[in-house]
């Protein structure tokens, strides 16, 4: 794949997967073996639980908008830089759901190999995620 097409795939899979909730098209991006490495402590090997973990993002963060302010491509490696907008409507991170709109900001790397992630390394802003479900709201 060119440096185009990857960054394309990359897009695609974030818009369908992550904003649209279409967790049937993370195989199209995802090798099976495809295993997170990310700063959550949460096990996701294989497109499937990539998808159950998006699910369940998605159910605490219903109107969850991804953008993608970069991806850029480094030979074998994407490296993506997002934020994530959304209101927490149900339980995320042991906090029920509080109504408050939450901005975050990410990083996640890709290993490619034959045209799909085989590893992605995730480092996000989960303090201020986590600071942001508790405030008080004025």
Request: glycine share 8%.
């Amino acid at each position: 794949m060119s440096d185009d097409e990857l960054r394309a795939a990359t897009r695609r899979f974030f818009d369908e997967v992550w904003n649209k909730g279409n967790v049937g098209e993370t195989a199209a991006f995802l090798a099976p073996e495809f295993v997170s490495h990310n700063a959550l402590d949460v096990r996701i090997v294989g497109p499937h639980e990539y998808g159950a973990a998006v699910t369940d993002y998605r159910a605490a963060f219903p109107d969850l908008h991804t953008t993608l302010e970069d991806v850029l491509v480094d030979g074998d490696r994407v490296v993506v830089r997002g934020t994530d907008r959304g209101t927490h409507r149900g339980a995320f991170m042991g906090f029920p759901a509080s109504g408050h709109e939450v901005t975050t900001t990410w990083i996640e790397i890709f290993r490619m190999e034959n045209g799909k992630a085989a590893e992605g390394w995730l480092e996000s802003d989960s303090a201020s995620l986590r600071n942001q479900l508790v405030a008080e709201t004025a």
